[in-house]
């Protein structure tokens, strides 16, 4: 469970980014997080990750105080948690199955379980046939489908999108909304931070609502109309 108790994120004294924020995640969940831009969705995301520092509040990660991690909590926390972008950020000189692999290679996964699991992870998010491209052989669909992977492979709890059909045309963020659906059913809680009102209304899913860093609304089955 991911609980955010009272968080509030002061990066210049004159404004709170995130103000007063309570929620409550419940493990496989799809949690949306919508609002303007400057809504503080990023800024809820980091401080999660403890990219970023709480100014006040208490954040827990199935009752880990995310707020107050020893150096090997973080990095046990942050494996628990992949992340994709709007702009991919894969690495431009490996293919898609060896962006996927260094991830692995950074848990300290074995050579065997590489091998096994990349060509798996890949099938997952439909890209068998594409394993060998290079980023630039690969479309913005595709290339969200290797960053999807890869944050996938080492089998987090939490997965959290930051935008990442944003750069995306209609079809294919018809079709990224649909794998995060599916990674979403074979049980990892999802946290997806969007703008966009076609991704909202058809998810059908839980919806936060942020304004100025606060909490204006939070729907079972939420739609968005801004
Ligand atoms: N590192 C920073 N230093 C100072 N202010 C920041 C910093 N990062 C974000 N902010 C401010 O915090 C507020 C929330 O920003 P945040 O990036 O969380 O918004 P967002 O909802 O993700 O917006 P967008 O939809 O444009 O991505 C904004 O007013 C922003 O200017
Ligand atoms: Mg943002």
């Known amino acids: 469970m991911i609980f955010f108790d009272n968080v509030s994120k002061i990066y210049s004294h004159n404004s709170a980014a995130v103000r007063n924020v309570t929620l409550r995640i419940e493990p496989k969940e799809f949690v949306s997080l919508v609002g303007a831009s400057g809504a503080g969705k990023t800024t809820l995301l980091k401080l999660l990750l403890r990219e970023e520092d709480s100014t006040e509040g208490t954040i827990f990660l199935d009752g880990l105080d995310v707020t107050a991690l020893t150096r090997d909590e973080l990095h046990h926390v942050r494996r628990r948690i992949g992340t994709v972008f709007q702009d991919y950020k894969l690495l431009p ?17 074995t050579d065997a379980e590489i091998d096994e699991d990349v060509p798996q992870v890949l099938d997952l998010v439909g890209l068998a046939d594409k394993m060998d491209n290079f980023p630039h052989q690969l479309s913005g669909g595709e290339k969200q489908r290797v960053a999807i992977a890869r944050a996938l492979v080492n089998r987090p709890d939490v997965l959290l999108g930051d935008e990442p059909t944003g750069n995306l045309d209609s079809v294919n963020t018809g079709e990224i909304v649909k794998l995060l659906k599916k ?5 990892t809680t999802v946290i997806l931070a969007t703008h966009d009102k076609q991704v909202i209304n058809t998810l059908d899913k839980r919806v936060i609502v942020l304004d100025q860093g606060e909490i204006v609304s939070d729907n079972a089955k939420g739609t968005y109309q801004a």
């Not at 000189?93 to 996964?109: D, P, Q």
């Not at 990674?183 to 049980?187: E, R």
């Open 183 to 187: 990674i979403n059913q074979l049980g």
């Open 93 to 109: 000189t490996k293919t898609a199955a060896e962006n996927v692999a260094f991830a692995m290679e950074a848990a300290g996964r």
